[in-house]
């Protein structure tokens, strides 16, 4: 959190929650963003989102569950709670499948720029994933 006041960033991420979180929530409380990792444990991500975190994150690169798995619990979350998560998209074709179960935000996975003649294309293939999957307004 000192970083984050000292290069005036929006807010900051924490990989899970505990002593650490509860830090940065005190020292950023209204003036910055603190998100945290949710564990795959319901019980975990429960606590985290009690604690005060803006938004909990879903998934995390080299994680061992599946994509599926991280979608389960975004759905699972959203369905539930009011603070706002994020899905991590293991792979940018996912990123439309993590809006439908409800992840208010989408974290790309880092392989997206290992190749920067395509993060162009894959961006707005992304893009279009997310519009389509985004709720239709009501008249």
Not at 2 to 19: K, N, Q, S
Not at 33 to 53: L, P, Q, T
Not at 122 to 134: K, M, N
Request: net charge negative.
């Amino acid at each position: 959190h000192r970083l984050a006041a000292r290069v005036d960033a929006d807010g900051l991420h924490v990989a899970t929650a505990g002593p650490e979180l509860e830090e940065a929530l005190e020292a950023c409380r209204g003036r910055r963003i603190v998100g945290v990792g949710a564990s795959r444990s319901r019980d975990e991500a429960m606590r985290a989102g009690e604690s005060g975190a803006d938004y909990l994150l879903f998934g995390w690169p080299g994680e061992e569950d599946s994509q599926d798995a991280v979608n389960e619990r975004v759905a699972w979350w959203a369905e539930i709670f009011n603070v706002p998560c994020v899905g991590y998209a293991s792979d940018p074709s996912a990123a439309g499948a993590l809006a439908r179960a409800g992840a208010e935000f989408v974290a790309l996975c880092e392989g997206l720029w290992d190749e920067p003649e395509r993060i162009a294309a894959t961006l707005a293939s992304v893009s279009a994933e997310l519009r389509a999957a985004a709720p239709k307004a009501v008249s």
